[in-house]
T-cell receptor, first 109, second 113 residues
């Protein structure tokens, strides 16, 4: 079964501190992994996807197939990074996207 | 393109009433998804369509919920009768097969009193 787990509901850090939002998945195949961000009361926006191997707004995420993880990292958090972050998985043979529970990132000044 | 358009933005209704949420996907996208967002459950996939055909409705909570996509540019999610536990933000998203680039609408905040 497809499943995405984000173990932390809330992550609170100070500005300038490193950030790691954890994401683990289960899928019997080759999944595509994504991170979406939702700023306060706004629509979800795609932040990055593992196949792009890009850095967006200073965030990066590496797919670790051995650990079935796709953690989101940023070396120095900014206050404007405060938002809800969702990890999501899409199977290779399906068009649907399954989300984790989400983690609220709070960056304090 | 104006993106995925949902209406209404906010809906307040009384328990037992029928509620209809609307979604206009991005032109040319062949997948459409309905999600429900709550504090307790996060984002849940309710149903999704491919080329206007429902593919997976296993996330629809119960028979009170129904969704249709009569054409490529319009979908509805209906709740009849509505209950207070249906209060949530309902998101619609669309994508083009092969790209996996999902675009979300602004959501409809439903409150059932």
């Amino acid at each position: 079964a497809q499943r995405v787990t984000q173990p932390e509901k809330l992550l609170s850090v100070f500005k300038g501190a490193p950030v790691e939002l954890k994401c683990n998945y289960s899928y019997s195949g080759s999944p595509e992994l994504f991170w979406y961000v939702q700023y306060s009361r706004q629509r979800l926006q795609l932040l990055l996807r593992h196949i792009s191997r890009e850095s967006i707004k200073g965030f990066t995420a590496d797919l670790n197939k051995g650990e079935t993880s796709f953690h989101l990292k940023k070396p120095f958090a900014q206050e404007e990074d405060s938002a809800m972050y969702y990890c999501a998985l899409s199977g290779s043979n399906t068009g649907k996207l399954i989300f984790g529970q989400g983690t609220t990132l709070q960056v304090k000044p | 393109d104006a993106g995925v358009i949902q209406s209404p933005r906010h809906e307040v209704t009384e328990m037992g009433q029928e509620v209809t949420l609307r979604c206009k996907p991005i032109s040319g996208h062949d997948y459409l998804f309905w999600y429900r967002q709550t504090m307790m459950r996060g984002l849940e996939l309710l149903i999704y369509f491919n080329n206007n055909v429902p593919i997976d409705d296993s996330g629809m909570p119960e028979d009170r919920f129904s969704a249709k996509m009569p054409n490529a540019s319009f979908s509805t999610l209906k709740i009849q009768p509505s209950e207070p536990r249906d209060s949530a933000v309902y998101f619609c998203a669309s994508s083009l097969s092969g790209t996996k680039g999902y675009t979300f609408g602004s959501g409809t905040r439903l409150t059932v009193v």
